[in-house]
């Protein structure tokens, strides 16, 4: 991080892979990974380090000989398969700067990676850069979305918008407040899925990237580096500028936030995209489309530390709840979940009242 930020409530959290998992960086499969991918280069020595953490079972390591480096994924195929990053690769590696692909052996989960190097955008963002760097992710996102070929991608439907919901009720409400919600509290709480999902299904549908954040973009030559895409769907066209500004990581005051909002939406514009040309409409969209996503992040978090044994990506929820604070006070439709979670909240045992 670059010193002081001048006063711009700017916060930043960072999780290593030792920090969340520790003793796994020894284990078999990381010498299996490491071995084919120093076969596929014709290395016999090389030094290794384990780079990112991932919230799911992916794991990323460096491989250094020779003066070169590249990046070895770690995938278990039966957890994760590597076939959706290949596809994706393939679509964006024309329009932008995603790392190319050096090998692969789908069957074990292993691929290997152009390094794309060690400063992602969530290290290097400062009050100062901020309008540039995040100018150069705007570009590229205006790039993806014009001219990404979507088919065959999976829809961001009703049906994997309501799932994403219920994450937050099943993991963190239930487990992590401990809070078991009444009949008429779920008839609510089935209101304001309704309305979030419609708000989501109604926007224009494009190529979504669904991690678009600064964790997953790296200062690079042409900027930026772009990673962690293998979610791609068809989606609403709101998402990928709201994981940009409102991300999990990293906090920016909400006027600054609604102004580079703005600004997508007047570049979308100008590039032809099918945006609306209301400022007030695009707000209010990116608003309800944001509580979708803050709330499932909320329940992803909840259950990585619970299922997977994760904890400190929890850590991260009450920033979520600042954005849910923010969207709510300014939007009138989502008064009903206020309601629900003031109640819910009153109702948590005290060691989980941190919100």
Same mark, same amino acid.
């Not at 304001?192 to 669904?210: E, G, M, N, S, T």
């Given at each position: 991080m670059n010193g002081c930020l001048n006063g711009c409530n700017f916060l930043l959290s960072f999780r290593s892979l030792e920090q969340e998992s520790p003793g796994l960086m020894n284990d078999d499969r990381r010498k299996q990974a490491e071995h084919w ?26 491989? %250094? ?10 995938? #278990?195929?039966?957890?994760? #398969? ?8 393939? %679509? ?15 069957? +074990? ?10 400063? &992602?955008?969530?290290r290097e963002l400062d009050a100062d850069n901020a309008d540039a760097l995040f100018g150069d992710a705007l570009t590229a996102l205006l790039d993806i979305q014009r001219k990404a070929d979507c088919t065959g991608l999976p829809d961001y439907d009703p ?15 239930? @487990?992590?407040?401990?809070?078991? &919600? ?32 600064? %964790? ?5 030559? &042409?900027? #930026? ?51 609306? =040309? ?5 707000? @209010? =969209? ?7 996503? +803050? ?14 044994? @994760? ?13 849910? @604070? ?15 979670? =003031? ?6 045992? #005290?060691?989980? %009242?941190?919100?």
């Amino acid at each position: 991080m670059n010193g002081c930020l001048n006063g711009c409530n700017f916060l930043l959290s960072f999780r290593s892979l030792e920090q969340e998992s520790p003793g796994l960086m020894n284990d078999d499969r990381r010498k299996q990974a490491e071995h084919w991918a120093a076969e596929q280069l014709g290395w016999r020595d090389y030094v290794s380090e384990s780079v990112s953490s991932d919230a799911s079972f992916r794991r990323y390591f460096r491989l %250094r000989a020779m003066d070169r480096s590249v990046i070895v994924m770690d995938a #278990p195929p039966e957890l994760e #398969p590597v076939s959706a990053f290949l596809d994706v690769a393939g %679509r964006l590696g024309e329009l932008v700067n995603v790392p190319d692909i050096l090998a692969a052996d789908v069957g +074990h989960g292993f691929v290997l990676l152009q390094d794309l190097g060690s400063r &992602p955008y969530h290290r290097e963002l400062d009050a100062d850069n901020a309008d540039a760097l995040f100018g150069d992710a705007l570009t590229a996102l205006l790039d993806i979305q014009r001219k990404a070929d979507c088919t065959g991608l999976p829809d961001y439907d009703p049906s994997r918008l309501y799932a994403e919901l219920a994450l937050f009720i099943d993991w963190f409400l239930e @487990k992590h407040w401990q809070v078991e &919600p009444s009949e008429s509290e779920l008839d609510a709480w089935d209101q304001v899925c309704a309305l979030l999902v419609r708000w989501a299904i109604d926007q224009p549908q494009l190529f979504c990237h669904r991690d678009y954040m600064p %964790r997953n973009l790296m200062l690079t030559e &042409p900027n #930026p580096g772009i990673i962690d895409f293998q979610d791609a769907v068809r989606g609403p066209i709101s998402y990928d500028p709201i994981c940009l500004f409102r991300d999990a990581f990293l906090s920016w005051p909400p006027g600054r936030v609604d102004a580079w909002l703005e600004g997508y939406r007047q570049q979308a514009l100008a590039a032809g995209l099918p945006i609306t =040309t209301s400022a007030d409409l695009w707000r @209010k =969209t990116c608003d309800l489309m944001g509580v979708q996503r +803050h709330l499932k992040v909320i329940g992803i978090f909840a259950r990585i530390r619970y299922r997977d044994g @994760k904890p400190a990506y929890l850590e991260d929820h009450p920033r979520f709840f600042g954005y849910l @604070k923010e969207a709510m006070g300014r939007n009138p439709e989502l008064a009903l979940l206020d309601e629900l979670l =003031t109640a819910w909240r009153s109702r948590a045992r #005290p060691v989980n %009242r941190d919100y």
